[in-house]
């Protein structure tokens, strides 16, 4: 075994040899460097114990600004730090403590094949510092990356990632246009995530990166055969729009997790779990329960889908079962759109079976307007790219159970222009 001392760390670390690195003690992390890593990665067969102790940047220095970026983030910053960095790399291993206060990304790992990530502790990493994921600026906690190329249309996978008793908490930014995360996971194949929290991850701007969801607990974006169990997201909050969980992509599974109270302040949508362009997808006893939206303006977009709902199950989810699954008391005040429990949207071929949702609820106002609320929600059929409408049919309710949905306009079950029977 191989020590690590802070000393070792004062000018950045790389570790160029395989073998067992163990830190001995808290290290309290400057650099002067807007772009450096206080540990780089950089061989296979690593193994990185953090021996239960504290790696903390203090005192980050000034971001680099680009004036020049056709979409810039707040102060057009372009540089961030990371704790612990790996680009291309087999068998990474790291454990057994925390990373705090990092201007950027707290650990970060590219390209990489056969990851265990275990026992770690990530708090209030994300700032003034963001770092390029191929598919938008981002920051927070814990990143575990491939590549995309969308010119070429080539995915650099990252596979075999294990995130196993890890808590991502209270990271948080406030840049315009960029994604703050408890967790990435990005362009990764054969994923396992258990008994981990993401909770109070926050970005406070209302001006949102571009995509739906600029805050999440966990981001699953573009992955393949995923599993997630025994894991919580709750209280992230955006003045854009937060859930708790997000993902698309293939064959995703979630067992006994849960989402509660995500919320927006000013955006337009807020919720537990939003799964969206997935194929072939299971939710087993989870729930989502009193994920909100306090801005009465909000209008889910040109489809007016949701405001606040627990389980956002489209667009373009195809094949899907959501069993003994629970959602209770999301809320919202606007009057442009509906909250749900469970929004099924341009879904197609999901079966929800032994679910219940209550006193999910829209308080409108004494202006009154067309929002509603309603324990399942059916709605609507999308444009397909080749032309004509897609989803919105051979959806099955069996055995669900709606109650005490409360509005001026209120439904157990509710179906908006499918195109087909459910």
């Excluded at 949701?306 to 209770?328: D, P, Q, Y």
Aim: proline share 3%; glycine share 10%; hydrophobic share 35%.
């Amino acid at each position: 075994m191989k020590t690590i001392t802070a000393k070792d760390l004062a000018e950045g670390l790389v570790i160029t040899e395989p073998g067992h690195y163990r830190l001995t003690e808290s290290v309290a992390w400057t650099t002067d460097d807007p772009n450096a890593r206080a540990i780089t990665i950089a061989s296979d067969n690593v193994t990185l114990d953090l021996g239960g102790h504290t790696l903390r940047q203090i005192d980050p220095p000034r971001p680099v600004i680009d004036n020049h970026t056709e979409r810039a983030c707040k102060g057009h910053v372009v540089s961030g730090n990371v704790a612990i960095w790996a680009v291309g790399r087999t068998g990474v291993t790291i454990r057994n403590g925390s990373v705090r206060d990092v201007q950027g990304v707290g650990v970060c790992l590219k390209d990489c094949v056969l990851v265990d990530l275990l026992d770690l502790r990530i708090h209030g990493c994300g700032g003034d510092g963001v770092v390029d994921t191929s598919f938008l600026r981002r920051n927070g906690g814990l990143f575990v990356i491939g590549t995309s190329a969308a010119q070429e249309e080539v995915i650099t996978w990252s596979t075999d990632i294990r995130i196993i008793n890890c808590v991502c908490t209270d990271n948080a930014s406030a840049l315009d246009y960029v994604v703050t995360l408890g967790s990435l996971v990005q362009n990764c194949r054969n994923v396992t995530v258990r008994h981990s929290v993401f909770n109070r991850t926050v970005n406070s701007s209302p001006q949102p990166s571009g995509v739906q969801f600029n805050v999440v607990g966990i981001d699953f974006v573009m992955c393949r055969n995923v599993l997630v169990a025994d894991c919580e997201a709750h209280e992230n909050s955006s003045g854009g729009e937060p859930a708790g969980f997000f993902a698309w992509g293939e064959n995703y599974k979630f067992v006994d997790c849960r989402a509660n109270g995500n919320y927006t302040l000013t955006g337009h949508r807020a919720c537990g779990f939003n799964i969206s362009t997935t194929a072939h997808l299971e939710m087993m006893n989870c729930e989502a329960n009193g994920n909100f939206n306090a801005n009465r303006e909000a209008c889910g977009d040109a489809m007016k889908d949701f405001t606040a709902c627990g389980f956002r199950i489209g667009r373009a989810v195809n094949r899907a079962v959501l069993e003994n699954c629970h959602a209770s008391g999301n809320h919202g005040i606007g009057q442009h759109a509906p909250v749900a429990g469970f929004m099924l949207n341009s879904a197609s071929h999901v079966l929800l079976k032994n679910c219940t949702a209550t006193a999910n609820r829209c308080a409108t106002g004494s202006r009154g307007g067309p929002a509603f609320a309603a324990g399942f929600l059916a709605s609507t059929v999308q444009p397909a790219a080749e032309g004509g409408l897609w989803g919105g049919e051979f959806n099955s309710f069996v055995q669900c159970k709606a109650a005490r949905s409360h509005t001026t306009r209120c439904w157990g079950f509710m179906t908006r222009h499918l195109r087909a029977p459910t």
